[in-house]
Each structure stands twice: as C-alpha cells, then as structure tokens.
Nanobody, 124 residues
Framework: QVQVAESGGGLVQAGGSLRLSCAAS????????MGWFRQAPGKEREFVAA????????YYADSVKGRFTISRDNAKNTVYLQMDSLKPEDTAVYYC?????????????????WGQGTQVTVSS
C-alpha cells in the first residue's frame, strides 16, 4: 500500500510564496510520475502540475504557468510544489497524487494514490 502525504500549506498574502511537499512511501517512487491538483470551495478538483518519474518533463496548468514550479527528489521520495506570486484565486486544498496509468497528465483517473490534501489560503 502506497501512502501519500502533503504538507506546507498555510495562510499567505497575495504576492507571497509557499512551498508544498509531498512524501510518498514505497520503494517504487522513482518509477512513477507525480502530480498536484487543487480544489477550491464550490469547484471541482483541477490539475495544477505534474512531473515525470525522472524529472525530465514537467507540465503545468495555464493558470499557474510561470508562477509555480514542480520538482522531485527521488532519494527522499518527495515531490515539491514551489508557488510564487500567489493570488487569491489560488486558494484551495492542494492534493498530491501518484500517477499509476498511462494517459493525459491532467486526467485524474490515471492517478491511483492520493493524499488527504493541504489547505492554501491567499489573502488579498
């Protein structure tokens, strides 16, 4: 059983930065792509960013491109999401997930293990 756990959320002013971390258990961590998603109040969960198993490729939603950076440290079984120039519309619960199937990186059905989420609140 793989466990995924996010941390690093909190309250920040608009224009500020936060770094989220996602720790995943299991010896096969380095073989799987990982992704970040978010769900704002009253909205559906949406894709934020993804990274390939070797960190060779990264993918971003248009809404965060140029402001967010996804990275991973396979030696630590950890994925990071550096969030800069935060806006109030970035307020959401952020989820980390392990990609288990081939398919579109933004397709949530291709992710098999999910964390419980961490709250990010950006004040104006």
């Amino acid at each position: 059983q793989v466990q995924v756990a996010e941390s690093g959320g909190g309250l920040v002013q608009a224009g500020g930065s936060l770094r989220l971390s996602c720790a995943a258990s299991g010896r096969t961590f380095s073989r799987n792509a990982m992704g970040w998603f978010r769900q704002a109040p009253g909205k559906e969960r949406e894709f934020v960013a993804a990274i390939s198993s070797s960190s060779g490729r990264t993918y971003y939603a248009d809404s965060v491109k140029g402001r967010f950076t996804i990275s991973r440290d396979n030696a630590k079984n950890t994925v990071y999401l550096q969030m800069d120039s935060l806006k109030p519309e970035d307020t959401a619960v952020y989820y980390c997930a392990r990609r288990g199937e081939v398919g579109g990186v933004s397709d949530q059905s291709t992710y098999d293990y999910w964390g419980q989420g961490t709250q990010v609140t950006v004040s104006s």
